[in-house]
């Protein structure tokens, strides 16, 4: 694992972004996704500008997401599906050669979890997975307990997940499954970079990056990829 610590959310952000764009110069029709959530906001305007900017061509690039709330689609609030869309993809002036954000209010939820396997197995593997490390240790909704071999795969949320994830709902929504990338396509991308800031963070990273790999740790199996970079702020670092 490389191991970047930033001083800041905003050098996090920046540094996260120069990663995916050195990935793309090599793989210039490559895959990538970007994790929804709090981490990677900044990460994502910062690409969408260099988007913008003309420095980073992802014109024959395709985007996937990686997860999303069982029960919601891309026009609810605190959605994966409006992050990707508000945050990410409407804020390109050039846009993707293609896209797929998951539908988690698909009526054939099972149908939607084979389209994502579809897309990745078309377009990917994945060139570049920005992730961010949930307070259980999940990467997308691999939550703790995984099988390291998933595919995209429908799961129950952890009671720390449902309990943490409340700050995108409030009392509006209570999400009990999520579905999501699993691990096996995580590791088969080319390049993950984990993203994490906070001092709320610093634990639970310290046990992903040097703790044992388990299945109870999801983001402990980064370790085992061959070009992962952990990208952190100095609180969220302090455990490493
Ligand atoms: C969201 C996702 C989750 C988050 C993780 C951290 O798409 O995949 O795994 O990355 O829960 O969330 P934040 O960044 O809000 O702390």
Redesign the pocket.
């Known amino acids: 694992m490389n191991i970047i610590v930033c001083r800041d959310y905003e050098e996090m952000s920046r540094k996260a972004v120069e990663l995916v764009a050195e990935s793309l110069r090599e793989t210039p029709e490559g895959l990538v996704s970007f994790?929804?959530?709090?981490?990677?906001l900044g990460t994502v305007h910062t690409f969408a500008e260099q988007v913008n900017a003309g420095a980073i061509d992802i014109s024959r690039a395709h985007y996937v997401s990686?997860?999303e709330w069982v029960g919601l689609s891309d026009t609810d609030e605190g959605s994966?599906g409006l992050?990707n869309r508000v945050e990410l993809l409407g804020r390109l002036e050039k846009p993707f050669a293609g896209v797929h954000v998951i539908n988690g209010a698909a009526a054939d939820i099972e149908a939607e979890r084979q389209a994502l396997n579809d897309y990745i197995a078309k377009y990917g593997p994945l060139t570049a997975s920005v992730?961010?490390?949930?307070?259980n240790g999940?990467?997308?909704?691999n939550e703790d307990g995984i099988d390291f071999e998933s595919d995209a795969h429908i799961t129950p949320l952890s009671d720390v997940?449902k309990r943490?994830?409340c700050?995108y709902f409030g009392e509006k929504f209570h999400p009990e499954y999520g579905i999501?990338q699993g691990i096996r396509q995580i590791m088969a991308a080319k390049r993950v970079i984990l993203i994490a800031n906070g001092a709320h963070?610093a634990e639970i990273l310290s046990r992903a990056v040097r703790g044992e790999v388990t299945n109870s740790v999801p983001a402990s199996i980064l370790q085992r990829h061959p070009d992962c970079y952990v990208v952190a702020d100095t609180a969220a670092a302090a455990g490493l």
């Open positions: 994790a929804g959530g709090d981490t990677p990686l997860d994966c992050f992730l961010g490390i949930g307070m999940h990467l997308g909704f997940t943490v994830m700050k999501s963070k």
